[in-house]
């Protein structure tokens, strides 16, 4: 009797899981649409928002007009009211933001660059920043973090940082896991990316990939979590391609996050394009990472004679470095112009792998690379265009990030949303 007793209540957190993606990604729905959608009893429905309202969670709006003109109250879910604080670690970076349930950045906030002596000092200011907001703010519901992977998530630490081994040493789960009053969860910065792509990012232009149906919510729940189901007109394999210190990938495929055994799969930026290369960190000679990234682009404007000169770039951090780039370029200095291009040949060789690997409908390129803009992107279109068979390049649209803010911290913010949307009851009064 337990087993189903047990059962019976994952099948309503199911329930009101599917309702909250439902309005969250619709806006505002009257119960006789959201009963459609999800396949439910129109009185199923009417339980379920009455446990939601009562909860805070969702709340009735004016009238909307609905099939044949009539009128019927809607539901949204007041997404200004819930808070998360989205963490981004990367290599010397370290933001954070406070967001709400859309990803509205409400606040940002940049540490100083990081040191690979000083993390430890790092780890504790977050927590006590982290420990302000969260007394300050009574509408934080939980805390999303981003970190650079390869992450072994069931361990809690990051395998290998290139050149910054120091957060190596750092135990995620330990250091913030059980900090709080709030929830934290901690994820690959890429895999948070795609996240926040599937979240909060646009619609695509054309689904050139068909939606699979969407799984019955009163079926049997299954051992699978549905945390991570990609939602409405959006290819059924996205792909979120982080361009930042390091590089990074994440994949959602049919709705799962790609993670592999220990949370390691899909490191793209270890992927060697040139077997008698640059050797790397990790063991591998020629990764991905050593040519496009921007600690890459900060070395080779430092070592290449025939990369433009930058002013004070000894001085720079790598993002500042990549940025100084992208600005000499889009100044009209013809060497920046050709660096770009070249930094963007090797993301389009990144690109060729991701789709012969994943294929996906759609790819989202992210972070400080990003910034290289239409130069950038060309360049990636036009060795895909070479490279991979043209009936599959034509079906993968390739594109810049429209998220206002780094997607990374997006994602941080992304991660903390999605637990939120799967398991509505570790945060909400539902009894
Ligand atoms: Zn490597």
Known sequence: MAGIKASQSRVSELN????LRVLYRGGIKSRAQIAQELDLTPAAV????????????IEETSDIRGKGNRRSIGLRIPAERFHVIGVKFARTIVQIGVFDLNGTALA??????????????VVSDVRSRLAHIIDADPDVVAVGMAVPGPYLRTVGRTALVSSMHGWRRVNFLHEFGTAFRVPVYVEQDARAGVLAQSLFGKQSDGARVPQPDSAAPTAAP?????????????????????????????????GMLINGELGAATEIGHVSI???GRTCDCGNVG???????????RHDLLEDPDAPHIAGVEDM?????????????????????????????YVGYGCVTIINAFNPGRIVLGD??????????????SVVDERVIPQIADATSIELSSLPTDSAISGAAAVAVNQFLDNPSLFLDLK
């Open 368 to 381: 400080i690379v990003a910034g290289g803009g239409e130069t950038l992107l060309a360049a990636v279109q």
């Open 108 to 121: 940002i906030d940049e540490l100083p660059p990081v040191t690979d002596d000083c993390i430890a000092d």
């Open 287 to 297: 990764c991905l990472e050593r040519y496009c990234s921007a600690t890459a682009i």
């Open 222 to 254: 299954t051992a699978q979590s549905t945390a991570e189901t990609t939602e409405g007109a959006k290819p059924s394999t996205l792909a979120y391609y982080l361009l930042g210190e390091g590089i990074g990938l994440g994949v959602i495929d049919h």
């Open 317 to 345: 951090t790598p993002a500042q470095a990549a940025n100084a780039l992208f600005k000499a370029a889009a100044d009209g200095d013809q060497a920046a112009v050709h660096m770009v291009a070249r930094v963007g040949r």
């Open 16 to 19: 009101r899981s599917h309702m």
């Open 274 to 276: 040139d077997v008698n």
């Open 46 to 57: 009417s339980k379920i928002s009455a446990r939601l309202i009562d909860a805070h969670a």
